[in-house]
């Protein structure tokens, strides 16, 4: 009689949880950590490439050493942020990961440009398999961030509608701020456009 007691009660206690949403919260959270590992895991790919990068470059670009500087500078900052999933609820972290991972990518673009200058080192066959290694992991990067924005997404409107808010609160669940939010002056600001070629090597 006890046993049939303690059954009953777990299963009334598990219909009303699922009733007030607590397995849809469960679910959506695990999708936000998934799709963000998933976005670290081709963040690694990219830090991963760029010393192999620099390393290909490095005979060719003697005049642009700071490049080649700024490029290692950047991509150690990055590996200095440990960061997980468990670190989504931390904007401070986040930011930092953010800035660090946008300071790379910048660095990069002024990398590929410089390179331009020098025709033989966009012959080499190693540099040209980088760089559509890198260009490849660039393109997996937008497409898990996009993911991970319509998980984020997804997991907000759950825990602001009724009456999964009430459960949310209940089990200390809250909203995540999604990728780019605290960019969102940058990424509105009217883009600068230059038309001066870049200047050939040794002309300086």
Not at 17 to 29: A, T, V
Not at 82 to 90: P, V
Not at 133 to 153: C, D, K, M, P
């Amino acid at each position: 009689m006890k046993r049939f007691l303690q059954f009953l009660l777990m299963s009334c206690l598990a219909l009303a949880l699922s009733g007030c949403g607590y397995n849809d919260i469960q679910r959506l959270d695990e999708q936000v950590k998934t799709a963000w590992s998933q976005t670290l895991n081709q963040y690694e790919r990219r830090a991963e490439l760029v010393p192999k990068l620099v390393n290909s470059v490095n005979a060719y670009m003697v005049n642009e050493r700071a490049v080649l500087t700024q490029v290692t500078e950047a991509r150690s900052k990055v590996g200095s942020i440990q960061i997980s999933a468990k670190d989504l609820d931390n904007p401070e972290v986040m930011k930092k990961f953010t800035q660090a991972q946008g300071e790379l990518s910048s660095a990069l673009s002024r990398l590929i440009a410089v390179s331009e200058n020098y025709p033989q080192l966009k012959s080499d066959g190693l540099f040209r398999d980088l760089m559509t290694q890198l260009e490849g992991t660039e393109n997996r990067i937008a497409t898990e961030r996009g993911r991970y924005v319509q998980a984020v997404q997804a997991y907000n409107l759950v825990v602001r509608q009724f009456p999964t808010l009430i459960t949310a609160k209940i089990f200390g669940y809250h909203t995540m701020e999604n990728y780019g939010v605290s960019k969102q002056d940058q990424i509105t600001r009217d883009p600068e456009v230059k038309f001066s070629l870049p200047q050939p090597a040794g002309a300086k």
